[in-house]
Structures are given as C-alpha cells and as structure tokens.
C-alpha cells in the first residue's frame, strides 16, 4: 500500500488578510505564499501547511482540523499569550490514548 506523506487542509475563509493576520499573529504561522488576486494563500508553521482560500459567500461547510504536536503544553501556553482565542483545555481523547500506545 502506498504511504502518505503530508496533508494539507483547504480552508475557506470569509476574508482572507484578516485570517492571515490571525494565523501569523495569533497562531504562529507565516505567509509561503499569497495568490496574486488575493483570493488563495498558503501558511506554514514548521511541517505544517494549511492552504487558506476566499470564501465571501460561505457556501463551504464548517471544518476543524487537528494539529500534533509533542509539545502540547507548550503549544497551549504559546497560543494564549498570543491572545488565540483557547476554546478547549487540553484532555486527553480516546483516540491519543490508542496512538500512544503504538
């Protein structure tokens, strides 16, 4: 069976240069790349990349993504003294405890 090596989530977003400014200044991500409309763009924070694409008629159903990391106190700690708004504790779900135990 063929191995994946990535995933990129696809969000729509209702306006792009304020979520930008979110993703960099609240989440810790940069701009790779912004499309020369300003419709479409790709942020990265180390491995991971989430493409972000202008959705004014929000016509896309909502969407999460998860994020891993080995470093999730950090993490937490890092994004509310960004002022991300925080909108879980951290807990432990019964699928990490299966994944830890691999």
């Given at each position: 069976m063929a191995q994946l090596t990535r995933i990129v989530p696809e969000l729509?977003?209702?306006d792009l240069p304020k979520a930008l400014q979110h993703y960099q200044e609240k989440l810790g991500f940069?701009?790779?790349m912004l499309m020369p409309h300003g419709d479409y763009a790709i942020v990265e924070r180390g491995d991971v990349a989430v493409h972000l694409i202008q959705d004014e008629t929000r016509s896309h159903s909502p969407v999460g993504i998860h994020i891993f990391?080995?470093?999730i106190e950090a993490l937490f700690d890092e994004l509310k003294q960004s002022g991300a708004q925080v909108t879980q504790e951290i807990m432990l779900k019964p699928w990490e405890?299966?994944?830890s135990a691999s």
């Open positions: 729509p977003v209702a940069s701009v790779a990391t080995t470093e405890i299966v994944n």
